[in-house]
């Protein structure tokens, strides 16, 4: 305080908007570090096989052929099952917490429903060995196949390790994130806004759609594409459940593989430059198909938002 | 929250790592200061199936050299060639050997190859009645993990199986999916006795494989087989025996049925011709007893150390390890190496020089 | 509408919010009942102030890993929490629409998700390699990297949601932005920051894949913070990929810990800050 005090004030708050203009650029530094690093590292694979890399759907470390569809169609099928199931739930979550519980209720669930984030991601892929895959195998895919069969997502051999299993673990990843977000997003909605609605005389669901929820949108969104973000880069619990075979099919209960869960499955024993270099592509393209989907994802909040935003009221 | 709070925060924060980081620094009984010559602090890196086993050897070792700390960390094999190559590390070790253009890649010059330990790959699988010792021959062996045996009540199983009730189940694959060395020796088996599996699929630590369901590491294979009716995989001897999963009983060159154990891998071993860089497959050895699945583990040393005090302590411990530490392997279901390997190994170590002296007297 | 139709929507509505928490607490509870069940056999004392031993030795704990993960974890927070914070800073405060500010709100969520082993490799290319050894300090930074972007995505969605009439009531008072930011519009925001901060810190505590190049594991004490350190979730990693069913009864101990510790920093952050702030 003292050394602020001796500046004046307008040099003061011409050096924090400096300081946190430099933060924000080191952010763009940083990725175009990380891009540039993994473009390096992944030059000799792309020298090698050039946009048939994206388009091919074999992977056999063997023969040096590497082609990285297969995970590329995991990775997406399984972040997208995570966000359709994660996102209304996690959604529920805080509008629960938000809107109905009380006080002592809220801070202990909201507590708990924090507390799926701290579970390290080996553990829940141990869990999800022993306690999902199972479960799936017996339970829930018998009775899809029964009851939804018609559909090719659900047809096939129950197996339990699938993409299933993957998008559902996915899910209970990134629950705590997306109800976190959107659950303090919705603290934030002035009182007077529910209020009014209120005293308009709408019943409590009325009032959370037409006061809340439209100001907290953009805010929901936010917290969605961060969940996405972990959903796209997860490893370790994922490549435990998914059954880690580089196919396409079109069945949820097949074994598929992800980007993330290659990588990470076959770095550390890779063990000649051009597979190392591929699997460095992978991370590379990964990193592609997030600036795609946040492109997008900012398209799409940008059309929802015409509406009131969050935290603009005035 | 004003800036007043925010930098106490900051400083509190600092305090805490200073208090950390001295705290760290106390508990700890090495010299800091003066490092006296036979002193010294190792890292290595790589295989993970070597890990329990070093693991032990070191705590034993420290015993009686209570100045020589090594940490070994279990980073898996590929890695543990890169760092050593890369010279981050002060050994690796692998249970791959290194191929001739990765050894000219190496910065420190020449890398010696020194056998530590022996694996065996067994074979295991989930059968509901769960008869024991099924045998499965080399040809259904192939066939099956190719994909074109898929069902339990196959003729080609049952013919070997006389007596024994299999159950008209489908057979579901489980492998590794991470880059292993117990894939390494397992596909190497298989491209050793089937020309089919070569042409089609190969060995290395990670394959394109025909069929079946990746688990990652030995448990996550493991619990495949576990939780999977009519499943069938490979997993590292020690973890099948560790974990009571049935396993089969495979056919050796020799035509002999053999069950995996810690003598037969031996065997295998003490069989085999092994050339002087050390760098060899001992899969499908001959000899009456030798378990065909089988692997060495080895160190990676550079023949050229950097430091005295370092390279002296590494050629000690793994003289060491060969000889006296080879009695820990078979408590944690490691085969010991022949006799006849270790005078081998012993002389190779007293090619290891720093400065053209020769470290190990 | 009629007034039945409303009420019944109302009450399935609401009934549906209370079923979605229901959905998502039964996997906490299914995963922290499986940990404790696997791992609280395996805890005891010894495990808080022992080193590793091997195999078969009785009395190893993890003592070295819980403070190399404490320390890492510290690293990461004393450089990605300030830098997050302070970015988020800008793209609230300063700069909301410019060009800039969308390629730096674009690069924040391009960063959240990169694998994190890729963190790994580049900062074993980067800082390892040129050091010629794996550190605490190259650990550090490859978590701060990952959490970097997590808390300028927080911060900046709480900085938003805290009203323009508030800043306009610091301005009218005639104090400075600079102050209003950090004395008013701050302290608003604090308490999702912190949830954002506290999140952040819960997702690296847990990370394996990027520490094994750059911290990679020690089984000793670290002597400084340019020396290999040992975390948890290496421990954790290397105990869980044996064949002994010790060490794997060690290695859900370890993981029980780790939830612990996290929940244990959670808890103190709120508390404290709950403290200064009522």
Known sequence: ?314 | MSIKKWRSMVWMAVLVLTILLTGCGGENQEPTGQEKSDSANLTGSGSSFVYPLLNQQIEEYRKNNPKISINYQSTGSGAGIKQVSEQTIDFGATDGPMTDEQLKSAKGGNLLHIPLTLGAVAVTYNLPSTPKDLKISPGVLTDIFLGKITNWNDKRIADENPGVALPDLQITVAHRSDGSGTTYIFSDYLSTISPEWREKVGKGTSLNWPAGIGGKGNSGVAGVIQQTSGSIGYLELAYAVQNNLSYAMMKNKEGKWTAPSLQTTSAAAAAATIPEDMRVSIVNAPGAEAYPIAGFAWALIYQNQTDKAKGTALVNFINWAIHDGQALSEGLHYAKLPANLVSREEGMLKTITFQGEPLLK | ?278
């Open chain 3, 1 to 278: 509408m009629k007034d039945y139709i409303r009420k019944y929507k109302n009450w399935l509505m609401l009934s549906i919010f209370v079923a979605a928490t229901v959905i998502a607490l039964v996997p906490l509870f299914g995963v922290l009942g499986y940990v404790l069940k696997n791992g609280l056999g395996a805890l005891n004392m010894q495990f808080f102030t022992n080193l590793p031993k091997a195999m078969g030795l009785s009395g190893g704990g993890m003592a070295n890993a819980i403070v190399g993960t404490l320390i890492m974890v510290l690293i990461a927070s004393l450089i990605g929490i300030p830098v997050g914070i302070l970015a988020g800073i800008y793209l609230t405060e300063y700069d909301r629409h410019s060009w800039f500010s969308t390629a730096v709100r674009f690069a924040t969520d391009v960063l959240t998700g990169i694998p994190s082993i890729i963190v790994g490799i580049v900062i074993y290319t980067a800082v390892v390699l040129k050091m010629g050894n794996f550190s605490a300090l190259a650990g550090g930074l490859a978590l701060a990297i990952i959490m970097i972007p997590l808390i300028i995505r927080s911060t900046e969605e709480m900085l938003k949601l805290v009203s323009h009439s508030i800043r306009e009531a610091g301005y009218a008072l005639g104090i400075s932005k600079g102050k209003t930011i950090l004395k008013i519009v701050l302290p608003t925001a604090a308490k999702g920051i912190i949830t954002g901060a506290m999140l952040a810190i819960a997702r690296v505590s847990g990370e394996t894949a990027p520490l094994l190049f750059t911290a990679l594991g020690n089984q000793y004490w670290a002597r400084s913070l340019n020396e290999p350190i040992a975390s948890l979730p290496v421990q954790i990693f290397q105990y869980a990929t044996s064949p002994y069913k010790e060490w794997h009864q060690l290695a859900w101990a370890g993981s029980l810990v780790l939830i612990l510790l996290i929940i244990i920093i959670n808890l103190a952050a709120r508390f404290a800050f709950r403290s200064r702030h009522s």
């Open chain 1, 1 to 314: 305080m003292s050394k602020k005090r001796r500046f004046n004030t307008s040099l003061g708050d011409q050096f924090l908007r400096l300081v946190t203009f430099l933060m924000a650029f080191s952010v763009l530094v940083l990725m175009a570090w990380m891009g540039w690093q993994m473009f390096d590292a992944a030059r000799p694979s792309i020298h090698t096989f050039g946009f048939s890399f994206i388009t091919s759907r074999v992977w056999d470390p063997v023969k040096e052929q590497f082609g990285a569809l297969p995970f590329i169609y995991g990775t997406l099928m399984t972040s997208l099952l995570a966000l359709l199931l994660a996102a209304p739930i996690g959604l529920g979550v805080a509008i629960f917490l938000n809107e109905m519980a009380e006080s002592k209720f809220r801070a202990v669930i909201g507590f708990l429903v924090e507390m799926l984030a701290a579970i390290p991601s080996v553990v829940y892929g141990l869990w999800g060995i022993f306690v999902l895959a199972p479960w799936l195998r017996e339970t829930v895919e018998p009775g899809l196949a029964k009851w939804l069969g018609f559909i090719p997502l659900f047809q096939g051999t129950p197996v339990g390790f699938g993409m299933l299993a993957g998008g559902l673990i996915l899910a209970m990843m990134i629950l705590p994130t997306i109800a976190a977000i959107s659950r303090e997003v919705m603290a934030s909605v002035p009182n007077m806004q529910r209020e009014a609605a209120l005293a308009l005389g709408a019943t409590k669901w009325e009032m959370i759609k037409v006061a809340v929820l439209p100001y907290a949108k953009t805010g929901i969104m936010g917290g969605i594409m961060l969940g996405l973000g972990r959903a796209l880069g997860e490893t370790m619990a994922v490549t435990m459940v998914i059954g880690n075979r580089p196919d396409i099919l079109p069945s949820l209960f097949a074994p598929a593989y992800s980007m993330a869960a290659v990588i990470a499955n076959e770095f550390t024993e890779a063990t000649y430059d051009l597979y190392l270099s591929a699997l460095v592509e992978i991370g590379f393209i990964l990193f592609g198909i997030t600036l795609v989907l946040n492109f997008l994802a900012r398209l799409l909040v940008w059309s929802v938002a015409r509406g009131p935003k969050g935290g603009n009221l005035v």
